[in-house]
């Protein structure tokens, strides 16, 4: 059985496993070109091994990053996703990767927090180790504002996977939502010698710098961002940096930048979002979260704790939205 066990969870091909670890080196660089990279060595090793499990789990962490770390509607993507978190739970329900990313999809797509975390629960219950599992289900309860906790599982994935960018980037980013924006930063400067031109910790750390009214590293930071990606989330915390330290028609500019750009292609709605609250627009910022909300935008996950809405909170229509997205009260 023990046997049987490896050549589902691990393959006893191994070619299969060498092109697995090429899709999941290429996958964490989340740009477009090396995600789209990573798919491809993964679809390959399916092709060798096709009850390879981790193979399929890799496949639904990189669909999941087409939404996340680049602007393709989750609508598009997510469902791909979650059919390849299934296949995995399908092939080995012993995998705690296969339920660490079935979680994954059904914490930002379905909004289903109570799901979600019964996945990552069955995740960490069959490997305590899995730096994977721990990274996602710190996101899941650092987004519900359960902040203690959260910190501990991300801190716990840090300590089992040092040198990952990702983990502490988002490390840095729970940080900053449970409030500890000091602790953020100086764990924004251990990533930067990890990874210096990783875009989401120069991004998280132009936010960081937003809560301290450091506006000029505020923008630097994400100006930084905006150079190493292809999202358009660096713009809009371009943007909100801008015009949060005055400098409003370079803001507006970038604001109509993104609203061009959506009329070509998909632009994230909480993206526009961001610029229009930095402006202080608040009927148009209220309108596009509206648009997140109908487009099942998966950074609507962020409404309850990104500091950036603190000025909304007051708000009924803002209440309203919380309640839909489904936060547990």
């Known amino acids: 059985a023990d046997e049987q066990r490896l050549a589902k969870n691990y393959t006893a091909n191994p070619e299969a496993y060498q092109l697995y670890l090429k899709g999941r080196y290429h996958l964490f660089k989340l740009t477009p070109p090396e995600i789209q990279t ?8 399916i092709a060798i091994d096709p009850n390879y499990a981790l193979a399929y789990v890799g496949l639904a962490n990189a669909y999941r990053s087409f939404s996340l770390s680049l602007d393709m509607p989750s609508t598009e993507v997510f469902p791909k996703a979650k059919a390849a ?8 329900d012993t995998l705690a990767e296969a339920h660490a990313v079935l979680g994954v999809t059904i914490f930002w797509y379905d909004w289903d927090w109570k799901a979600a975390e019964n996945q990552f629960k069955r995740a960490l219950e069959l490997n305590p180790n899995s730096e994977d599992s721990h990274w996602a289900y710190a996101g899941l309860l650092s987004t519900t504002g359960r902040h203690a906790e959260g910190l501990a599982e991300i801190k716990r994935a840090r ?25 953020a930063l100086a764990t924004f400067q251990k990533t930067f010698e990890l990874a210096p031109n990783f875009w989401l910790a120069h991004m998280f750390a132009s936010s960081a710098y ?22 358009s989330q660096p713009i809009a915390y371009l943007g909100y940096a801008l015009a949060k330290s005055g400098k409003q028609a370079e803001a507006r ?18 993206h526009i979002a961001l610029i229009y609250n930095g402006l202080g627009a608040r009927d148009e910022t209220l309108a596009w979260l509206e648009k997140g909300y109908e487009q099942r935008d998966p950074k609507m996950v ?23 997205v489904g936060f547990p009260q």
């Open 159 to 183: 300590e089992l996977d040092p040198l990952s960018p990702i983990i502490n980037a988002t490390e840095g980013l729970n940080l900053i939502n449970a409030g500890q924006t000091d602790e």
């Open 85 to 92: 978190a299934q296949k995995a739970v399908e092939i080995d």
């Open 302 to 324: 962020f409404l309850k704790v990104e500091p950036k809405w603190n000025n909304l909170r007051a708000d009924p229509r803002f209440q309203d939205l919380l309640r839909r």
């Open 38 to 45: 990573g798919v491809s060595y993964f679809n390959q090793a």
């Open 210 to 231: 937003i809560e301290k009214g450091m506006y000029p590293e505020a923008i630097a930071e994400a100006r930084k961002a905006r150079e190493l990606s292809a999202s």
């Open 253 to 270: 500019g970038l604001l109509e930048e993104l609203l061009k750009l959506s009329t070509q292609r998909y632009v994230p709605p909480y």
